[in-house]
């Protein structure tokens, strides 16, 4: 994990020249602008980590270490302390993942149970759940095949996180390259069918990245198999 603590010390004891406690209260000249911004976000990163803060702590760790004197604890347990701080966040921050992505699962679940309710949905033995708003007229894709899409992605809650709308241009790869939700869609239009995919998390991106657990839900307009055909994006 990142340690942006750790970081945000280690760059302020570098970059200051004079000791904090002696920096002007008005920010009048650039070291003083550096030393507060520095300060800042090393406060705000102890907050955001809920790590409890001893300011002249701080500043005495900071001005022994510009002076090269002589640390008031061992170098041994200064490492120790850090150590055993790095795992407590990342313990902590692990934790509060884990009742996220419960929320996130049982919401995620209630979306996908509410839309195959409605009678023009469909589903697929994978657990794909599809709605075709055109079928199209021209090839149907193979999964080795290349496609030119235009689309839009969204968590269940309406939150846009991708959308080729929005670069102003439609996206070119072969179908077998991507998550396999839009494999096993895109395989049911042709050229110039539209479909919506609410794609589970196993066809999407399983336990991996910042979409990890998530039901995603994505509008594709298919504009070619094959080599990529100039196209605009248009909504």
């Keep these: 994990m990142k340690m942006i603590i ?10 200051t020249s004079q000791v904090l406690a002696d920096a002007p209260t008005q920010l009048k000249n650039e070291t ?3 030393n507060y911004s520095l300060g800042y976000q090393i406060g705000n990163d102890l907050k955001q980590q809920n790590i409890k803060v001893d300011s002249a702590a701080v ?4 001005e022994d270490a510009i002076a090269g004197g ?3 604890l061992d170098p041994q347990i200064m490492h120790t302390t850090l150590v055993d701080l790095k795992r407590k966040v990342v313990t902590e921050q692990q934790s509060r993942h884990r009742d996220t992505d419960l929320v996130n699962i049982a919401s995620d679940k209630n979306y996908l ?4 309710k409605k009678p023009d949905m469909h589903t697929t033995k994978s657990g794909l759940v599809y709605h075709i708003i055109e079928a199209g007229k021209g090839l149907t894709p193979n999964p080795t095949d290349k496609v030119t899409v235009n689309y839009r992605g969204t968590l269940t809650n309406g939150n846009e996180f991708d959308s080729s709308y929005k670069r102003g241009e439609p996206t070119s790869f072969p179908l077998n390259g991507v ?3 839009w494999t096993e869609g895109l395989q049911l ?6 479909i919506q995919l609410i794609i589970p998390s196993e066809l999407a991106y399983g336990d991996r990245g910042p979409l990890a657990h998530r039901t995603l839900v994505f509008d594709v307009e ?5 080599e990529k055909k100039s196209t605009p994006a248009s909504k």
Aim: proline share 3%.
């Design 59 to 62: 500043v005495k760790g900071i």
């Design 70 to 72: 002589k640390p008031l």
């Design 179 to 181: 998550i396999r939700g």
């Design 189 to 194: 239009i042709k050229e110039g069918g539209k």
């Design 32 to 34: 003083a602008k550096i």
């Design 6 to 15: 750790l970081t945000s010390l280690t760059v302020l004891i570098v970059a």
């Design 113 to 116: 149970d509410e839309a195959l």
């Design 222 to 226: 298919l504009i070619s198999v094959g």
